[in-house]
């Protein structure tokens, strides 16, 4: 019934010249070699963006929590939001140690072998899921970290307090 067409393309070149035959030029070589050294180039941009964020994020935990620290002085009012204070600095902590965590368990998992190689967007988007994740782990406590590194904080607070409350060192 139907006639079926078969297409021919003549004089194309292969997708891989290695296909025809041909050995990589030495143009080839060094746009490779130029393409590896860019990669290379915008993963250490990647890492150094990564550690300036890192370092963002403890140093604003290191500030609350001395903030909760020398707002100690002021009256047991002032205590109950330190000690809030202290939560959410303990919460980020964990998230950001969790975020390290997941971040070198995703290093062990071999992504340059098979079919398909990651991107570096695959790679960025990868890592603010963990950020993500870090910070939904954080928040149900199931780890436990934050709730120790909280406990340890706001005894030595209400240490603190008792000794500023005047016949405390009777």
Excluded: C
């Amino acid at each position: 019934m139907g006639t079926r067409y078969k297409m021919k393309i003549h004089n194309l070149p292969p997708a891989n010249p290695l296909d025809a035959g041909q050995l990589p030029s030495k143009e080839t070589g060094k746009a490779q070699t130029a393409a590896g050294s860019f990669a290379q180039q915008f993963q250490g941009a990647l890492d150094a963006a990564s550690a300036r964020r890192l370092d963002a994020r403890l140093d604003a935990v290191q500030r609350k929590a001395a903030s909760a620290e020398t707002e100690g002085s002021a009256q047991s009012a002032n205590l109950e939001r330190q000690k809030k204070q202290l939560w959410q600095a303990s919460q980020e902590l964990e998230a950001i140690f969790l975020q390290q965590m997941l971040s070198a368990m995703q290093r062990t998992v071999p992504r340059d072998q098979g079919i398909l190689k990651m991107s570096q967007a695959e790679e960025v988007f990868q890592g603010l899921l963990d950020e993500e994740l870090a910070k939904v782990m954080a928040e149900t406590g199931e780890m436990g970290l934050a709730k120790a590194l909280y406990d340890q904080l706001v005894q030595s607070l209400e240490e603190k307090e008792k000794a500023k409350k005047p016949g405390a060192g009777v």
